[in-house]
């Protein structure tokens, strides 16, 4: 069998895209990680502009309650406060994530501080000083206890 020039030209042009495959593949490996960085990055930042949203609805809300004398601040309730100014804070607030007032004033008024949750960030906020705290949380271990049976 005689080999012709055709045949190494091809090989060579198989190798060529071949290595260019592989090329782009490292790129795209290597990118990946960076790509997904700056897209939590860009959550936390969504998470957080709502959680400053829902600071503005939470004092509105409690300033509306103590003008009115009716209470604002429930422990016992959903999210910590009364469930009219739940209904009403996330009206105002148009989060789509959920909120608890961890602290308030003695009054019951003024919130200190509130956790505030969207999807797998949450934000804590302070009042003194004025700080947000940004965390982002992975489950690393989820476990479901089905009612009825005696495993731990």
């Not at 042009?13 to 260019?20: N, P, T, W």
């Not at 809300?61 to 009364?82: L, M, N, Q, W």
């Amino acid at each position: 069998m005689k080999i012709t020039a055709k045949h190494p030209i091809k090989y060579r042009r198989v190798r060529f895209a071949l290595s260019v495959i592989v090329l782009l593949l490292a790129i795209l490996a290597a990118g990946i990680p960076g790509a997904l960085t700056l897209m939590r990055r860009a959550d936390a930042q969504v998470a957080l502009g709502n959680a400053k949203s829902l600071r503005i609805a939470l004092q509105a809300a409690s300033t509306r309650c103590y003008a009115a004398d009716i209470p604002f601040h429930d422990a016992s309730e959903k999210g910590g406060v009364t469930e009219e100014v739940w209904n009403q804070v996330i009206t105002d607030s148009r989060v789509p994530g959920d909120f608890w007032v961890l602290q308030t004033a003695e009054d019951g008024y003024q919130v200190y501080r509130f956790l505030y949750q969207e999807g797998d960030f949450w934000v804590l906020y302070c009042q003194d000083p004025l700080t947000y705290q940004v965390s982002y949380q992975q489950p690393l271990i989820e476990t479901l206890r089905q009612e009825g049976r005696n495993q731990p």
